[in-house]
């Protein structure tokens, strides 16, 4: 079984251009979720998908940030235009429609740095 | 408040040996669940280990044991047996079942970094 897919692996970008990153899901995995870490911080919380539905976007720092998963397939994350405080690493993670309860699985993440 | 609480500094542990990392927790949900993950230097994150806020039992996984304490609100993750391979950043997380169920958000702790000795 394929695990989460993340990419890219890494970015580098100038403040005030976009950046999408992409999160493929482990196949039949309903719920795909989005998380970041700042530098020296927590792992936070972004967004979660049920299929093609926000679930719950209670994590999302703002307007610049926009998650779409069409289709319930694989999802995208952009950032538009981007902020110095933007860099980090975001992870993905999947889980079946079942409670997960062995485990959510996460993508190795994007290292996204703006500069 | 803190909703996971991981304060040690970075850990050091001789192989072979045990090797504890703390965990508390802050919640009014009665229903939680509680995760430890393994970040290596490579980054990606690995679950090692699973304790529902009802089971009545440790979790046990090979080398892993989570260490419950419910009236304390503590969820330690025990590696016996440390190897070198061990050296890693190490995650505590809870979900809370709330509004949004049994595949809500994951809450994570700041991480403890584990370094094992040869």
């Known amino acids: 079984e394929a695990g989460v897919t993340q990419f890219p692996s890494h970015s580098v970008i100038e403040k005030g251009q976009t950046v999408t990153l992409r999160c493929d899901p482990i196949s039949g995995h309903d719920n795909l979720y989005w998380y970041r870490r700042v530098m020296g911080k927590e792992i936070k919380f972004l967004l979660h998908?049920?299929?093609?539905?926000?679930?719950?976007e209670s994590g999302m720092p703002n307007n610049r940030f926009l998650a779409e998963r069409t289709g319930g397939t694989y999802s995208t994350l952009k950032v538009q235009p981007a902020e110095l405080e933007d860099s980090g690493v975001y992870f993905c993670?999947?889980?079946?429609?079942?409670?997960?309860?062995?485990?959510?699985?996460f993508g190795s993440g994007t290292r996204l740095t703006v500069v | 408040a803190q909703k996971i609480t991981q304060t040690q500094p970075g850990m050091f542990v001789q192989e072979k040996e045990a090797v504890t990392l703390d965990c508390t927790y802050d919640t009014s949900d009665p229903s939680y669940g509680l995760f430890w993950y393994k970040q290596p230097s490579s980054g990606e994150m690995i679950f090692l280990i699973y304790?529902?806020?009802?089971?009545?039992q440790n979790a046990t996984e090979g080398r892993y044991s989570l260490n419950f304490q419910k009236a304390r609100k503590s969820a330690n993750l025990v590696i016996s047996a440390s190897q070198l391979g061990d050296s890693a950043m190490y995650f505590c997380?809870?979900?809370?079942?709330?509004?949004?169920?049994?595949?809500?958000?994951?809450?994570f702790g700041k991480g403890i970094t584990l370094s094992v000795r040869p």
């Open positions: 304790q529902g806020s009802y089971d009545q």
């Open positions: 997380a809870m979900r809370e079942v709330g509004v949004y169920g049994a595949n809500s958000k994951l809450t």
């Open positions: 998908f049920v299929k093609e539905s926000k679930q719950d």
């Open positions: 993670a999947s889980s079946p429609p079942e409670r997960a309860n062995y485990g959510y699985t």
